[in-house]
């Protein structure tokens, strides 16, 4: 069985034509055609043989089960082959970060993992399973990932705070021989580094050529900054809400004790805007308004990449003042980062090659095979693909699984 982007209901009846709510109230749907798509769930279990007659009955299930378990029990790897394991991954939260909402709980997060469980189906063939914890210990939540795995070829892990996401990811992928991929970091640096190589293209210089700003040390910005490291960035400083990260300050948590370790090689100190000054790019991934004297205060062709949600840390026509490329987080704005280019690639790679984990490098291939999908329609408005552009996800299937056999780390 697989589960399907199906609508268990039909189109009339998720729609309109409900019952009005307790008391006699009028439906939320009423109101916000939001709640009227979102009544009843936004997925479904829908079954992948027949089951028309006894003899079906008796394949999917017993006796003739019996004889599938039993192989799979002399020989475990074939639960690949025989079960739904090598094409379904777990999207896994405890409701501790979920948008720009905050810590709303298992519950109330619920619609967000549906929603990207459809994303990785609709978009990478994925097949993906929601499950909010009712647990924020990091012991317990790696022990019931853990517990939970055997069913699952990929882990995603999803709106889990920070710092409690980076301890959570390394852990399981320490304990687990599956890829354990914490999107909140590694789907938005991903996505980040493609724009950021095709707006580079675009000015004629390199990576090695640009200073980088980040505002946001936590999960995103932590991870966008491994990134751009890793693809040999001439220079990048993250700042947090007390200023630049550096090795002088005394406050810093691991994590950003760690970050200073490999960041701010020119020794910046001071405020984001102090950094800002002369700086080649911004990436913004904090909320919060970022001056305008200060993005005016950057270098001759700059790009901001400010992506905040709802509203951007530079708003587009302020930034297009002064920069040559501008992207958002948002989808009415030209040059959208979004995950969504990136997740859905990156696992269905490394499920088709039973890749063990998910290397730097598969990351990087993910961020080349992206950029290459604008190719020459290169504009200054056009430096990321869309979503729906159908070029992406095969692009980054293709060249996860490439990385993947090339590092070592593909079963098959």
């Not at 929601?130 to 882990?155: M, N, Q, W, Y």
């Not at 210089?205 to 966008?224: T, Y």
């Not at 993910?366 to 290169?378: F, I, Q, R, S, W």
């Amino acid at each position: 069985m697989a589960a399907e982007i199906v609508n268990p209901r039909s189109d009339s009846e998720s729609r309109t034509g409900h019952e009005e709510q307790d008391g006699g109230a009028e439906p939320l749907e009423s109101f916000d055609p939001a709640f009227a798509l979102h009544r009843g769930g936004k997925m479904a279990v829908q079954a992948t043989v027949p089951l028309r007659d006894k003899d079906d009955l008796s394949l999917a299930y017993t006796p003739g089960v019996a004889k599938v378990c039993s192989a799979i029990a002399e020989q475990p790897d074939l639960v690949h082959d025989y079960t739904w394991k090598s094409s379904v991954v777990a999207v896994v939260t405890d409701g501790t970060a979920v948008l720009g909402l905050g810590d709303i709980g298992p519950g109330a997060s619920l619609p967000v993992m549906e929603g990207k469980a459809i994303l990785f189906k609709q978009f990478g063939g994925v097949d993906a399973v929601p499950l909010a914890l009712d647990c924020t210990d990091v012991d317990e939540i790696v022990e019931t990932v853990v517990r939970l795995a055997p069913s699952f070829g990929g882990v995603n892990l999803e709106d889990i705070s920070a710092p409690r996401c980076f301890e959570i990811e390394q852990r399981l992928q320490e304990l687990l021989d599956i890829p354990v991929f914490h999107d909140d970091q590694h789907g938005t640096a991903v996505v980040s580094l493609a724009a950021l190589r095709n707006a580079a293209r675009l000015s004629g210089r390199s990576l090695g050529e640009l200073r980088a700003v980040i505002s946001g040390a936590g999960a995103a910005g932590v991870a966008i900054a491994k990134m751009l490291v890793e693809a040999g960035i001439g220079d990048v400083a993250v700042a947090d809400r007390r200023g630049v990260v550096s090795r002088d300050r005394e406050d810093l948590t691991p994590i950003k004790r760690e970050v200073a370790q490999f960041t701010n090689k020119a020794g910046l100190s001071g405020s984001l805007e102090d950094a800002l000054a002369g700086a080649d790019v911004f990436i913004g991934v904090s909320g919060g308004t970022v001056a305008e004297a200060a993005v005016a205060s950057m270098a001759e062709g700059a790009f901001v990449f400010a992506m905040a949600n709802p509203d951007p840390e530079v708003h587009p026509e302020i930034a297009h003042k002064y920069a040559a490329v501008v992207a958002t987080g948002r989808s009415d704005f030209p040059n959208q980062i979004n995950n969504v280019l990136a997740f859905p690639g990156i696992f269905a790679g490394a499920l088709q090659v039973r890749a063990s984990r998910i290397t730097e490098g598969m990351k990087l291939a993910a961020a080349e095979a992206l950029a290459a999908v604008v190719g020459d329609g290169l504009a200054p408005d056009y430096v990321i693909p869309s979503p729906f552009d159908e070029r992406v996800a095969p692009a980054v299937t293709a060249a996860v699984a490439a990385a993947a056999r090339a590092e070592g780390v593909a079963r098959r």
